[in-house]
């Protein structure tokens, strides 16, 4: 499907509230895919809709499709909201218009989740998952209609660049609910190592620029992969491959999520309790050339393997096949 026209129907704002500031539909979707050249982006956002009308946006993305015609609707519905278009919708979008249709679901990881995505199964021609990848095979109907992906990022956003790295280490995500991320957190902060710190979506939030930047600027960058604490899930969050595109060394849970795109030891590292973290954060600040020897070779592979121009052309493959393209 060259030259692909893709209709993001996707929600404007962060959990679809303009109190949170625009959602990240905006670069790991719109944007990563504009920048790739691989064909035209419109976009769709229901909650604004809903906002600026007062109804609901099932007719308008009806009309809209129609109009516009794309070649994909790839659509981000929000667990916990009833703004998203209606499976009806998207029903009436696949049976009366020759748009293949590709649903993104994250948070993939129990049961909940599964039920949430296996409802748009029977309309979606693509159902993506991008952070967990263990869970689903065996709890869906048809898992041949499951992509694994990770989440795609702006190549004008997150890159390496040439600028010096004066911060040591950084955690930009949120804490608060988060009892083992600030029990991590403090015990390296009591080690006298200075973490940059910002909050998450709703949490003392940077711009998405200031957050690359910081990114930039960072020798290590720290993330956790449990979803909750204590549960025995992970995921393989955007914050791995923001972190690897932008030439910092990231440092990451054990688990097998981020295994699937990145091999620890060789890209990153990977840690088990707080006291393996402490150890390898002080062993990695005092051997600089090792630090960023390993750092490069993240980014290098990332560059080549994870980028937005391979996630897109993978998506764009995926949903070509479902209706019998080559």
Not at 96 to 121: C, H, P, Q
């Amino acid at each position: 499907m060259p030259n692909s026209n893709i209709l993001f129907v996707v929600e404007k704002w962060a959990e679809c509230d303009p109190s949170h500031g625009l959602s990240n539909a905006h670069h790991n979707f719109i944007a990563s895919f504009r920048a790739t050249g691989l064909g035209k982006a419109e976009t769709f956002f229901f909650d604004e809709h809903i906002a600026m009308n007062g109804t609901r946006c099932d007719a308008a993305l009806i009309e809209c499709v129609r109009t516009r015609r794309p070649d994909i609707v790839f659509a981000t519905p929000v667990r916990g909201t009833d703004m998203n278009p209606s499976i009806d919708t998207l029903v009436r979008i696949g049976n009366e218009t020759s748009a293949r249709i590709v649903v993104l679901n994250g948070d993939s990881y129990d049961d909940a989740a599964i039920l949430w995505t296996e409802s748009f199964a029977s309309v979606a021609d693509v159902i993506v998952v991008q952070d967990c990848y263990s869970y689903y095979p065996g709890r869906v109907r048809d898992p041949r209609k499951y992509l694994a992906t990770w989440t795609p990022q702006d190549p004008g956003l997150f890159f390496a660049g040439n600028d010096p790295r004066p911060i040591d280490v950084s955690f930009l995500g949120s804490v608060g609910r988060y009892p083992d991320r600030k029990r991590a957190l403090g015990i390296i902060e009591a080690a006298g190592i200075n973490v940059t710190r910002g909050g998450g979506q709703a949490e003392a939030a940077l711009s998405i620029e200031d957050y690359a930047a910081v990114l930039r600027q960072s020798r290590i960058v720290l993330n956790f992969s449990r979803p909750v604490f204590d549960a025995d899930i992970f995921q393989c969050k955007g914050r791995v491959i923001e972190a690897t595109l932008s030439g910092a060394l990231l440092f990451e849970q054990e688990n097998p999520e981020t295994e699937r795109w990145l091999t620890s030891g060789i890209h990153h590292v990977s840690f088990g309790d707080e006291r393996d973290l402490l150890d390898k954060v002080k062993y990695y600040l005092a051997h600089e050339d090792e630090r960023a020897a390993m750092a490069l070779a993240g980014q290098t592979h990332a560059a080549k393997n994870l980028s937005a121009d391979v996630y897109w052309r993978k998506v764009i493959a995926a949903a070509s096949h479902a209706m019998g393209g080559s």
